[in-house]
């Protein structure tokens, strides 16, 4: 037997067991930890998106599956500012993996682009991936170079600001856009040009989904949507160059009510050698001032700069990502909770334990264009 045949027999096999055990244990059976507090929502397993691609595609398919499913997180290459690369979504991409056969598919801000690589290799007609970071984007071109000559063509890389994509993919010609994690960082003037390019360039009744950064935060208690609006950054330190930047830690703010954008009044602020004067103080909202002043104390006897980096990042609920989307004209099927894992957890599980992100998925009307 020739090597090739020996590694297909062991894949067929691998995948044969994979899904006698996981048919023993049902997607459909009630999950939990073990300490009593179940949850109700049913979980993906990575067997049960293994048999959503053709079995000749199983051997890659675990192979990029593997990199994304219930892993750690890792950071965008050479970006700080751009977060963190997370695990995927099994609920959400196996239930984008069952449509997207024959389908038209982009993901945006897809980093190295494994979901969009499992949902070509589930069968759809084209997929784009796109991503700012041009290494990323490069992760996936090899991914994508090395697949046989016959799939390579179903997918086209795009490096860019996702804003410029109707400059590459026709008006009126997805059907399924994916955008994970990428919409938290806008400042809600841009909300509208994001909705407009999503409607766009989806079909009639296309399929949107998303996520992002979650008001039931991971180490926080969930924040009452009463408070004002939400938001999270990192505080880092820099040294002189801005080269090697040491994270000290994760800040959950509210803003109050009046400050309707509060990306604008911290982004980019430097503070010199660990002090700030009432000046530059005042230009930050109120309610951030006590925790400042609490860092700046934590680190005053530190070398180099303090900023507030970039990726400073809003938080949702469920509800209220529904309204921003329902208003932006887009009809909205679920909203998910997510855990840490990438899994969808109940309302009562993210309120007692907390919750990473929120899902959603919505379609375009399928009569107004
Ligand atoms: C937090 S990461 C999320 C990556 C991936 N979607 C995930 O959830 O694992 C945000 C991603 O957005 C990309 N990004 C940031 N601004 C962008 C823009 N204007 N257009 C396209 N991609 C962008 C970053 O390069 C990064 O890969």
Known sequence: MNKTLITTLSILFFWQNFAISSELSSPLEVLGDGDGDEDEIKQITLPDILRLVPETEIGVSLKTLKLIFESDRRPIIGQHKYGQSFPCNPEMLYDLMSQAGRKRVLEIAGASGENALLMGLAGAEHVYMNDIVPEEVNTFRTNVESQKPELRDRFTPITGDCFDLGEHIRANSLDIILARNIFHFLKPSQYDDFFGLVKGLLKPGGIFAMTVNSRYAEYTKPIDPS????????????????????????????????????????????????????????????????????????????????????????????????????????????????????????????????????????????DEK
Do not use: W
């Open 227 to 366: 408070e004002g609006t939400s938001f999270s950054t990192f505080l880092i330190i820099f040294d002189e160059n801005y080269e090697t930047p040491k994270v000290l830690a994760r800040a959950t703010f509210v803003c109050e009510d009046d400050t309707k954008d509060p990306l604008s009044y911290i982004n980019h602020q430097v503070f010199n050698g660990f002090k700030i004067d009432e000046k530059t103080l005042n230009n930050l909202p109120k309610s951030l001032h006590e925790t400042i002043k609490e860092y700046i104390k934590k680190v005053s006897q530190r070398k180099g700069k303090l900023r507030v980096l970039e990726n400073t990042s809003m938080l949702f609920t469920p509800e209220n990502l529904h309204v921003l989307v329902a208003s932006a004209g887009l009809h909205v099927t679920s909203t998910h909770h997510i855990n840490k894992k990438g899994h969808y957890i109940s309302e009562k599980t993210a309120k007692n334990k907390g919750a990473n992100f929120v899902g959603l998925m919505a379609q375009t009307p399928k």
